[in-house]
């Protein structure tokens, strides 16, 4: 069965520190695999990751895919209280796409 | 452009009421899709369109609901009989591509009583 898997659940850290959010995947046919930040509305994009080892950069948060060992990781560094959200990770595989459960970042100033 | 957008944004309706949902995507987006949120689940992928066509409904839970989308602008999601189990937050989203960038309405958040 396909699946997508984030970690941690939950993350509470201070505003100003650095935080490794975690997805793998096991999947057939993999395509491509997204991140998306949901905070009290709909999820918006982030990053879309295809090729191994290509960093996709913007602002603080950065995101890399490892396709041999099968995981993503999004960093966001500096973190600012707005960076408190779900953040959502999707791997693309044949006609569907698969949402992880999410990982609920909460930044206390 | 507006983005893709969903109504009602919030509906309640009692156990054995039809509900019907609705969605305009994002103009020039050939791609349409239909999920479901809730706590448990996550976000669930209910069914897609490609160019109005249905292409994948696997993810519909049961006979209950149905979608379609008779032009490239317009989309309804119908729960018949609703129940509430059924309640959640629907989101609609758009694309240009299959396994591209997906652009979400802002979600229909619905409470079956």
Redesign the interface.
Known sequence: EDKVVQSPLSLVVHEGDTVTLNCSYEVTNF??L?W?KQEK?????LF?LTSSGIEKKSGRLSSILDKKELFSILNITATQTGDSAIY?C?S?VD????????TRLHILP | DAGVIQSPRHEVTEMGQEVTLRCKPISGHDYL?WYRQTMMR????LI?FNNNVP??D?GMPEDRFSAKMPNASFSTLKIQPSEPRDSAVY?CASSTD??????????TRLLVL
């Open positions: 395509r491509s997204l998306y509305k709909a999820p918006t994009f879309m959502l999707a693309y006609d569907k796409i698969i949402f992880g459960k999410g | 899709f996550g976000l669930e992928l897609y292409i994948d696997s989101f299959r396994v591209g960038t997906q652009y979400f309405g802002p979600g």
